[in-house]
């Protein structure tokens, strides 16, 4: 049997051992919260925590340790390795200790309603960046997601008709701060019915026109779309949700980008797309009218 006095000298060891990583802890987030320039509020909304219970494990004193979600929350978030968050690596470097992450999230059309809902309010207060796969998803008409989706099933048309409902009152929030990219073909393609939009009628083609141009005069200036030449520029379907994370969206899943060095590279992409766009949002209006009175 162990002897009372060994087992207290081994719940001192333990408890010691603790108390320096909390401390450790605490010291690494603190440089964390001044490197993002994050006040506790944002930081905890940022990897999905109450301030209050941000607040308990920095508080100087605590032994509290966050979960392990919410420690992989934080590494993510922040482009570092858990190693270096819990004091086992000792380097004074943020950027030797930083880790290139990528996950695949694998989606229906239901989950990824849900999965794009959250992405959203997480990074309310931020610049979303959306490069789309086709037209923004916002700004279509019922009749051309019929289409576009053949969508005979009435719970997908739902659940369809629900993400560009959710999608519009994001985008008319007076914090919402949204620039969309596209190419000016795809839009010109749309209006003379080519490519996937062929056979879809005149008349449905100019209401889907005239419909968008509505919607980017009231919406402006929370949501902005740019129009560059496809032909001097290319690039695929990706959100930026501010600094928090990045997704490409490549068909039945998403790849998300966590890592800092990444995200910073694909707002690099998206500034470039906005200066060399040959429509900005002060005249896309007029050329989406004009393509519609063609018809």
């Not at 930081?43 to 219970?53: E, N, T, Y």
Request: aromatic share 8%.
């Amino acid at each position: 049997m162990i002897s009372n006095a060994v087992k207290t000298q081994q719940d001192d060891e333990t408890h010691g051992d603790k108390r320096d990583v909390a401390e450790i802890f605490r010291d690494r987030m603190a440089l964390l919260l001044a490197q993002k320039g994050f006040n506790l509020s944002q930081f905890a909304k940022s990897i999905g925590i109450d301030r209050s219970a941000l607040s308990q494990f920095l508080a100087p004193g605590s032994t509290r340790l966050p979960r392990a979600e919410t420690l992989c929350a934080i590494a993510r978030t922040c482009g570092v390795s858990l190693d270096w968050l819990m004091g086992l690596i000792a380097r004074d470097s943020l950027d030797s200790e930083t880790v290139e992450m990528l996950e695949i999230q694998r989606v229906n059309h239901e989950s990824g309603r849900r999965i794009l809902s959250v992405w959203h309010k997480e990074a309310m207060g931020y610049k979303i960046r959306y490069v789309p796969s086709e037209l923004p998803d916002l700004l279509r008409t019922e009749a051309v997601r019929k289409f576009e989706f053949n969508l005979k099933n009435p719970d997908e048309r739902e659940s369809r008709e629900q993400q560009a409902k959710d999608q519009l009152t994001y985008s008319r929030l007076p914090e919402t701060d949204m620039e969309v990219c596209m190419p000016v073909q795809r839009l010109e393609q749309f209006a003379s019915g080519q490519g996937m939009w062929n056979g879809l009628s005149a008349e449905v083609r100019r209401e889907q026109l005239m419909h968008m141009a509505t919607l980017i005069d009231e919406l402006y200036p929370t949501f902005r779309l740019f129009l560059y030449d496809g032909r001097e520029v290319y690039s695929a379907p990706y959100t930026l949700f501010g600094p928090l994370r990045a997704a490409l969206y490549v068909g039945d899943m998403f790849l998300v980008v966590n890592s800092k060095g990444h995200i910073r590279a694909l707002t690099a992409h998206f500034d470039h797309l906005i200066r060399v766009a040959r429509f900005g949002p002060d005249r896309v209006a007029g050329k989406v009218v004009g393509l519609a009175k063609t018809l």
